[in-house]
């Protein structure tokens, strides 16, 4: 795995009390490198993040681990906001329409253990920023395989899997099911606005998340089904003690 350095002015200082304790993983949106350059380059985008791993699988650091790199904006998880105070970001070179590629996948793994060993990240904190900002994010998409991750010993992923799951509702209306569901990905992190039972925008972005993550095969489908339900009760089952 190659390191190249480089520089970006959006940045600052942590707190002394900011250990850091997540890792957030992000996709550009963008057709290559050069163009994430650009922008970190330019202090009136006031972005950055600490790496980016190009197509090819070379690690840029803008940021040193130690300072705040500007990557998560506003951001809630475990009920702790504002996660760019405690976390390393990382971007991944990727349109979000795409793959991501090997290389990619391989140096990200290397990196991501190199972190989370130095600075004992817990495995509930390698995140992505549709985790934390689901009401407004949606990277990595769909395309990103977080079991890749779980199998490089980097996070969980439920392996309860079901043939023919069957739909328990339409990401729309109101089911009675909604609240019991909330408060169960409430317990895993995700940031709850109301248990209500209404399929408004926040709750049909915060579905689709625990989609886009757990169970990517149907992500397209605007329904919750069996498969989503059970994952969603293995992880549970993982953590709540
Ligand atoms: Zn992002």
């Keep these: 795995m190659k390191i ?13 009390s900011n250990k850091i304790t997540s890792v957030i993983i992000h996709h550009t949106q963008l057709k290559n490198s050069e163009q994430v ?10 972005v950055s993040s600490h790496y980016l791993i190009d197509r090819g699988g070379d690690v840029h650091q803008f940021v040193d681990e130690n300072k705040k790199a500007w990557h998560a904006g506003v951001s809630t998880w475990g009920g702790v906001d504002g996660l760019n105070d405690t976390s390393i970001g990382i971007e991944l070179d990727n349109n979000g329409e795409e793959e991501f590629s090997a290389p990619l ?14 600075h004992n990240i817990d495995e509930r904190l390698i995140l992505g920023h549709s985790d934390i900002a689901y009401w407004r994010k949606v990277d990595p998409s769909h395309y990103f395989c977080w079991k890749t991750l779980a199998d490089n010993s980097l996070g969980f992923f439920p392996t309860h899997s ?28 995700y940031k709850i606005f109301d248990y209500s039972s209404k399929i408004d925008q926040k709750t049909y972005s915060l579905l689709k998340a625990f989609k886009r993550r757990y169970d ?5 489908e605007d329904v919750w089904d069996s498969q989503s339900q059970g994952r969603l009760e293995e992880i549970l089952k993982r953590y709540d003690k």
């Excluded at 190249?4 to 002394?16: L, M, V």
Aim: glycine share 4%; no cysteine.
């Design 105 to 118: 996948m391989k140096s990200l793994i290397e990196l991501t253990k190199a972190i989370v060993i130095k």
């Design 216 to 220: 990517p095969k149907t992500y397209n």
């Design 37 to 46: 350059y650009k922008i970190f380059e330019s202090s009136a985008s006031k």
């Design 162 to 189: 079901e043939k023919s799951p069957k739909t328990i509702f339409k990401l729309n209306g109101t089911h009675v099911q909604i609240p019991s569901i909330k408060e169960k990905l409430g317990k895993i992190g």
């Design 4 to 16: 190249i350095q480089a520089k970006t002015p959006n940045f600052n200082s942590r707190k002394p």
